[in-house]
């Protein structure tokens, strides 16, 4: 394996011809890598050794002892003694351990850059005891930590030195372009200045985050590169690495970094001893994709729907509702590389900004003042948790009856004993699903029996009939999907894409 990628690599970088010839005249020939040297890719550079040179004394390794609280898995057994528990004693016990990172230097002085998750405990019950910072010398200093963001996953420390610090500054990840050559510098599996090179593979990939503009690249990244800098051929920060998609913990050639975009004000913020502060509307989204585009008759990917409104927030007071779709806001397209989060978390707190929506296909315009984003504590009181969330699994019952309805679901009025029985307000208007076919999509998107759908096609319904008329009407518009809006118990209304049975 290793002989046939010489033969690749020589066919690709070096483009030499070489001679093999059957002389007898032994004293003429020469070693075959005699005076090569490999031509350089268009556009990189024939070596990186010096650039390599004046950044690596920048990055550093960051390394943190942490103590950790065990409680006794063997109370009141007699195998307590046996693994270092004292008996069976119920006494916790303490143990130390230890997390290895990156990082680097962007000022002479001694702030450090890097991952909010490097300098954390790695455990419940666990707490940092002391940062160490390493630096390529292997002058070793006690780091404090300066500020953190936990939701870009970044942090800010600060070492004193008696001398003058090498440092990097960060530069513009906008001008970066999929394709463009990068160097990563780190400490993957404690193997301390580890250089490794690749491209660009993408740009504002998410991963699940409200926050995610991260810089894919195939350039080696693996555990202990978190923290790292990724350099441009400018030996400019554009990055720093945080994530890898690996099924082994190892590199497949798929990594991310924070974009310098995202992270230089942020750590400048930190840098200042200040929390960072973002703007907030107060509005639970969905991503408008395939299903619910296509039950809305939208395009997909451009917009985002609003599943929820937080009373008396700024998206509430602007008359914002929800089924409506947010396009832009204060002239910035939502797309799935501008996501809505991103967007209005940089609008200045206290600002007054136009949002377009679409409202039963119509865009308008309204104008909604930004407000604090709350704590991720009190964010998660207004978001329902994932196990009450319409796409798990579970609950449905099937019948004959669910499979001859136009969406594989019957459903009867809801009445006052009904609505007594599950427990919803008086108030509450709609049907009540009776069965689900598990067959069709409104099984696989998790409605279940006791369910109860307030409007389909953004029409109230209050029979089988109203639900199916309407199920006609979608499909006589040339749309697959209907978009219901459920209610289950203790949970706000939610809208579900439903799409229509195949005939």
């Known amino acids: 394996m290793r002989y046939a990628y010489a033969i690749t690599g020589a066919l690709l970088l070096g483009g030499t011809a070489i001679a093999v010839t059957t002389s007898s005249n032994v004293g003429a020939q020469t070693a075959q890598n005699e005076g090569m040297q490999a031509a350089a890719p268009a556009g990189a550079p024939a070596s990186l050794a010096d650039m390599v040179e004046k950044l690596q004394p920048a990055v550093v390794n960051i390394s943190t002892r942490q103590r950790v609280t065990v409680q006794n898995p063997f109370q009141g057994t007699p195998f307590g003694e046996m693994f270092g528990f004292g008996g069976g004693s119920g006494r916790p016990q303490t143990r130390q351990a230890q997390s290895l990172g990156s990082g680097f ?9 890097t991952n909010n998750h490097v300098v954390s405990a790695g455990a419940e019950g666990a707490s940092v005891e002391q ?45 970066a372009r999929v394709g463009d050559w990068v160097v990563a510098i780190g400490n993957p599996f404690a193997l301390s200045g580890t250089v490794t090179a690749g491209i660009i593979s993408a740009l504002h990939r998410g991963t699940g985050g409200s926050y995610d503009k991260f810089i894919q690249t195939d350039a080696s990244i693996n555990q202990g590169n978190s923290g790292g800098p990724m350099f441009d051929m400018r030996g400019n920060v554009i990055g720093i690495n945080s994530q890898i998609l690996s099924p082994s913990g190892g590199n497949v050639g798929i990594g991310f970094a ?16 200040q929390s960072v502060r973002r703007g907030y509307l107060g509005i639970q989204i969905s991503p408008l994709g395939e299903d619910l585009a296509e039950s809305l008759g939208l395009a997909k990917n451009r917009g985002e729907f609003v599943q929820g409104v937080e009373p008396g927030k700024g998206a509430d007071k602007a008359g914002i509702r929800p089924g409506d779709v947010i396009v832009s806001v204060n002239g910035r397209e939502v797309t799935m590389d501008e996501n809505l989060s991103s967007i209005v978390a940089t609008q200045p707190i206290g600002s007054r900004v136009p949002i377009v929506l679409i409202r039963n296909g119509q865009r308008q315009t309204v104008t909604a003042i930004v407000g604090e984003r709350p704590s991720e504590e009190e964010l998660a009181n207004f978001a329902p948790t994932q196990d009450e969330d319409f796409g798990a699994q579970g609950g449905r019952q099937d019948n004959g009856q669910a499979a001859q309805q136009a969406l594989g679901l019957s459903a009867i009025p809801l009445t006052p004993n009904i609505t007594r029985q599950l427990g919803l307000p008086a108030d509450t208007r709609g049907v009540v699903i009776t069965s689900v076919d598990s067959a069709t999509d409104a099984g696989a998107k998790g409605l279940r029996r006791g369910d109860v759908i307030i409007t389909a096609n953004n029409r109230p319904v209050a029979t089988q009939a109203d639900l199916d008329a309407q199920a006609k009407a979608v499909a006589s518009q040339g749309r697959n999907a209907i978009l219901l809006q459920v209610l289950r118990r203790g949970q706000p209304a939610t809208f579900v894409p439903i799409r229509l049975r195949d005939k």
Do not use: C, H, M, W
Request: hydrophobic letters at 40%.
């Open 105 to 113: 230097l962007i000022s002479a002085d001694g702030y450090i850059v």
């Open 131 to 175: 940062i160490t910072v390493t630096l390529t010398n292997r002058e070793e200093y006690t780091a404090r930590l300066v500020g953190r963001d936990p939701a870009t996953d970044l942090a800010v420390l600060k070492i004193d030195a008696k001398k003058a610090l090498p440092f990097v500054k960060f530069g513009d990840s906008n001008k």
């Open 258 to 273: 924070i974009p310098s975009e995202q992270a230089a004000p942020i750590v400048e913020t930190l840098r200042k001893g």
